[in-house]
């Protein structure tokens, strides 16, 4: 039982490369979140979903891009990297309401 | 729409010492409430959910509806303790991707 996967760990793109963060869960979760992490500010929901087919904005999503074709990967892409997109990306997953998320590692982009 | 306070950035206690992290939410409804701690460069782990009244590493929190408030404690901190705190928060209607929401993070730093 792996629980959320993120891939890859650390990443350094140029200015307008595009690129995939990828999520995977195998609890069969059918929440599933992204978030990013920046000094001083805490986590901000990018996007989520709340089941396979079913994704949505949250509260910082252009830029970003989601798919949930499954209930076990949710990947997310930057369509054209910017420096202000230099985070700590952490994907989630939840059961349902009353269990909290659990999370992934973390992929620590830096855009130069 | 709700919102997660934690008025300290950092909290500095001795060892032995007792710890209070505050939280404290604005919500109009019945909030499930949450806390996370993140361990340097590592994941968020779920910590205590208020629903399960649990005590895990010493810790507890009490969730006081009539001060708004989801304060976490623990009577003697511990070196190991060290880590950010961070309060999060469920909203009971039905967009619970959306509405789960993260204060912006308390550090606690205990000295030897």
């Known amino acids: 039982n792996a629980g959320v996967t993120q891939t890859p760990k650390f990443q350094v793109l140029k200015t307008g490369q595009s690129m995939t963060l990828q999520c995977a869960q195998d609890?069969?979760?059918?929440?599933m979140s992204w978030y990013r992490q920046d000094p001083g500010m805490g986590l901000r929901l990018i996007h989520y979903?709340?089941?396979?087919?079913?994704?949505d904005q949250g509260e910082v999503p252009n830029g970003y891009n989601v798919s949930r074709s499954t209930t076990e990967d949710f990947p997310l892409r930057l369509l054209s990297a910017a420096p202000s997109q230099t985070s700590v990306y952490f994907c989630?997953?939840?059961?349902?309401?009353?269990?909290?998320?659990?999370f992934g590692s973390g992929t620590r982009l830096t855009v130069v | 729409a709700q919102r997660v306070t934690q008025p300290e950035k950092l909290l500095s206690v001795f060892k032995g010492a007792p710890v209070e992290l505050k939280c404290n939410y604005s919500?109009?409804?019945?909030?499930?409430l949450f806390w996370y701690v993140q361990y340097s460069r590592q994941r968020l782990q779920l910590l205590l959910r208020?629903?399960s009244r649990e005590s895990i590493k010493g810790f507890t929190a009490d969730l006081n509806k009539g001060e708004t408030s989801f304060h976490l404690k623990k009577p003697f901190a511990q070196e190991e303790d060290s880590a950010m705190y961070y309060c999060?928060?469920?909203?009971?209607?039905?967009?619970?991707?959306?509405?789960?929401?993260f204060g912006p993070g308390t550090r606690l730093s205990v000295l030897p």
């Open positions: 989630a997953s939840s059961r349902g309401r009353g269990f909290g998320y659990t």
């Open positions: 609890m069969n979760h059918e929440y």
């Open positions: 979903s709340v089941g396979a087919g079913i994704t």
């Open positions: 919500y109009s409804g019945s909030p499930e």
């Open positions: 208020h629903i």
């Open positions: 999060a928060l469920s909203g009971l209607g039905d967009n619970y991707g959306q509405n789960f929401v």
